[in-house]
DNA sequence: AATTCGTGGCA
DNA sequence: TTGCCAAGAAT
């Protein structure tokens, strides 16, 4: 027997529940007033991983920046970076810039409607497809985030582990099951606002709460501890060295690329090491250029051990600031390039990066 | 398909 | 101090 179709919330009593609460309790978000996928599908890439609180300032910015589609497109990638500078996960802002591009190109500047036409632009996956496609356009498709997790986990008392494979077939089956005929749309609205304000994630405050009495969590004592999440991050260490190579007022930085953290931002000369040794000598042994670098520069600041976190990485980064000779010519590695002090500025960079530039060099 | 992508707030 | 984790997606 399928206990999923038995619980007495269903046949549209939770969706009422939960949308009557939250017509009362919503908060007035900007991307909440308006039906335009481009603002909608914007606020939506902001807020992956993102506090409505950390994101707002970004989707400001970003709309006065670019108010269409086409200013985002016509734009270069490092305007786009710079402007997400701080916000972090900066794929997103790559994402956002190519799929800014292709809505202009491939489909005329016209925002695509369906949920399986919205899947295939990049940085939008199923959730977001079915928030555009929801908010945007009526269509009658769940969401599923972090929020659905938890109130339909707590609500409804699934144990299926969050963090397992099948997890998100059998959330996605749940949350269509409550997905009412009509007014999809509020109904998606109202069960994430819930998440975020009623269903916290750490104590909740049930007594409260419009489902209380309805709630399989709360009647079994169990709300703390659902959603099940069983893997845990591992964090690894890193040690970096950062050379601020300067010479005549202007800077040395390059832009990372490959697949490691920061992609498409701005740093310096970095030397990465196994272990915390934070030597000149060590740092320079094999490196023909670090080794001319240093015999041709003097040390004007060795700054103190900045510790980074991300969440899969502890970096431990020490800042050497070179004042390079000014009479030597010293030949840059390919990645790096030469910018004054405005240029620098300008660049997107990581706020570990911008941190030690807006403590010892912009001052 | 398990990992890896940031940053900041909170207990 | 440490761990959790927030409107997920790409690989």
Redesign the pocket.
């Known amino acids: 027997m399928n206990k999923q179709t038995t619980h007495p919330l269903k046949n549209d009593f939770f969706s009422k529940k939960i949308t009557n609460w939250y017509l009362q309790h919503k908060r007035d978000?900007p991307?909440?007033n308006t039906q335009n996928p481009y603002y909608i599908w914007l606020?939506?890439i902001i807020?992956?991983?993102?506090?409505?609180?950390?994101g707002m300032p970004y989707y400001y910015k970003f709309v006065e920046a670019f108010p269409t589609v086409q200013d985002l497109a016509n734009a270069d990638e490092n305007e786009v970076l710079r402007l997400w500078q701080?916000?972090?996960?900066?794929?997103r802002a790559r994402?956002l810039h190519k799929t800014a591009k292709m809505v202009v190109e491939d489909y005329n500047g016209i925002f695509p409607e369906k949920y399986s036409e919205l899947l295939k632009?990049?940085?939008?996956?199923?959730?977001?497809?079915a928030?555009i496609a929801s908010f945007a356009f009526g269509e009658k498709v769940a969401v599923l985030?972090?929020?659905v997790y938890?109130v339909l986990s707590r609500v409804f008392g699934e144990v299926t582990d969050i963090s397992?494979?099948d997890a998100k077939k059998v959330f996605t089956q749940l949350a269509e099951s409550v997905l009412p005929t009509s007014n999809s749309a509020t109904h998606n609205?109202a069960i994430?606002?819930f998440?975020?304000i009623q269903c916290t994630?750490?104590?909740p405050n049930c007594m409260f709460c419009t489902l209380s009495m309805e709630c399989v969590a709360n009647a079994s004592g169990q709300v703390a501890h659902l959603p099940v999440?069983s893997?845990?991050?591992?964090?690894?260490e890193r040690f970096f060295n950062y050379f601020i190579i300067e010479q005549n007022g202007i800077f040395a930085m390059r832009k990372r690329l490959g697949?490691?953290?920061?992609?498409g931002m701005y740093d310096f000369y970095l030397k990465e090491i196994e272990e915390n040794i934070q030597d000149l000598s060590y740092l320079a042994m094999e490196d023909t250029f670090l080794s001319e670098l240093i015999k041709e520069s003097l040390i004007k600041r060795e700054s103190s051990i900045y510790t980074?976190?991300?969440?899969?990485?502890r970096i431990q980064t020490k800042f050497w600031h070179l004042e390079v000779n000014n009479s030597f010519l010293l030949h840059l590695p390919q990645e790096l390039e030469w910018y004054n002090l405005n240029e620098v500025d300008d660049l997107p960079k990581?706020?570990?990066v911008n941190n030690y530039l807006k403590e010892y060099v912009f001052e």
């Open positions: 978000l991307w909440r606020s939506e807020l992956q991983q993102t506090r409505v609180a950390q701080g916000l972090g996960y900066y794929s994402n632009l990049k940085g939008i996956g199923t959730y977001t497809a928030a985030d972090g929020n938890r397992g494979k609205q994430m606002e998440g975020a994630p750490a104590s999440k893997k845990k991050v591992k964090v690894k697949r490691d953290v920061w992609e980074h976190i991300l969440t899969h990485q990581s706020t570990l």
